[in-house]
């Protein structure tokens, strides 16, 4: 009893995910205008873009608020690049998200990379592996993450910290709450 459409489809297939039924809402409390901006016509646009495959099953790629668009319009999904970065074994968490040059006005992607330093110091066989080795491990893991997407998806910089990032309930990361690098 439930509709599943992708609306507004990018030249990558990729666009909103809105949905209908019974089991969607009504509207949010005493709250008219931020009804108007998700409900239309009976839809539920969930602000989650994704696309829909020749076998007919949804896929999500990222949050609509968090898309990084750049100076030619290219849209880079941050969950996306995140999930690259987190297959990494060396990888406990990243946290992606664009920052403009301003000599070019380009968008760049940038990560808050959060590194696995039990792995580390296995890979690297130490009880204390040096910033410096870590930052070289995590660099070289980059590059390579880097080489299996398009240019403008490459993470051009990124920062090494060591507290995990604030979560959610639901232990997903808090973009709002972190501070770009």
Excluded: C, Q
């Excluded at 495959?53 to 969950?79: A, H, L, Q």
């Excluded at 696995?116 to 110091?121: N, P």
């Amino acid at each position: 009893g439930v509709e599943l459409e992708v609306r507004d489809v990018d030249s990558n297939g990729i666009g909103e995910l809105v949905t209908r039924g019974d089991n969607v809402m009504m509207g949010y409390f005493e709250n008219k205008l931020a009804t108007e901006k998700v409900l239309k016509d009976g839809w539920l646009y969930t602000g989650d873009l994704g696309h829909v495959d020749s076998d007919g099953f949804f896929y999500v790629t990222g949050r609509k608020k968090n898309v990084i668009v750049t100076k030619n319009g290219k849209n880079i999904y941050p969950e996306e690049v995140e999930a690259y970065l987190n297959n990494s074994p060396y990888i406990l968490e990243s946290l992606v998200f664009g920052h403009e040059d301003e000599s070019s006005g380009e968008t760049y992607v940038n990560a808050s990379i959060v590194p696995d330093v039990d792995a580390i110091m296995e890979k690297l066989h130490t009880s204390e592996p040096s910033d410096e080795s870590i930052y070289d491990l995590i660099n070289n893991e980059v590059k390579a993450i880097n080489k299996t997407m398009p240019l403008y998806k490459r993470v051009r910089s990124f920062k090494i910290r060591y507290e995990e990032f604030v979560k959610t309930t639901t232990k997903k990361i808090k973009r709002y709450a972190e501070k770009a690098v």
